[in-house]
């Protein structure tokens, strides 16, 4: 295959992976980071505007501090002697690999009953259900013959590059 023929593949493989991956990393506090608050909710209020799903992570920068993921119960208590996940390496990244909700705070005495804490909904996906009707001819589709499933991006994906191959 000639070098021109490879570039313009691979430049479309790799413009792909755009569509494919959608995962989102979140910055915890913006550009001021993982601190006390200025009020007790802000980091709720934060995360409440966001939408969070399986495989996003959120990223807290600070500095003599830490973040620590707990039970809710430890969570309204501002208190945890055994966290689910602590870190103190002031650039932590946590990955949120469930749906449901996830409780943050800082590990510093003091900290939490400040603000500095914080709860995360994960979205759960769930697939768009179909009107009635369409349920019903799908479900005699099904039954009828076996289908494939392939996602739109697949598809687009494989059509450009037949082209471009072709074309170069």
Known sequence: ??????????????TFHFL???CVQFEVGGTNGW?????KEEYNQWASKNRFKVDD???????????MVVTEEE????KSERPIFYSKDGNTEYKLNRPGLFYFMSGVKGHCEKGQRMIIKVLEVEPASPPPQAAT????KK?????IA??????????????????F
């Open 20 to 22: 494919v991956v959608s």
């Open 75 to 78: 969570y309204d208590k501002c």
């Open 137 to 140: 001819e799908l479900q005699k």
């Open 150 to 167: 392939v996602s739109s991006a697949t598809v687009v994906l494989c059509f450009v590059s037949f082209v471009a191959v072709f074309m």
């Open 1 to 14: 295959m000639e070098p021109s023929k490879v570039f313009v593949l691979l430049c479309l493989l790799s």
């Open 57 to 67: 992570t959120v990223h807290f920068n600070y500095s003599k501090d830490s973040v």
């Open 143 to 147: 039954n009828s013959a076996a289908g």
């Open 35 to 39: 601190k006390i608050p200025k009020s």
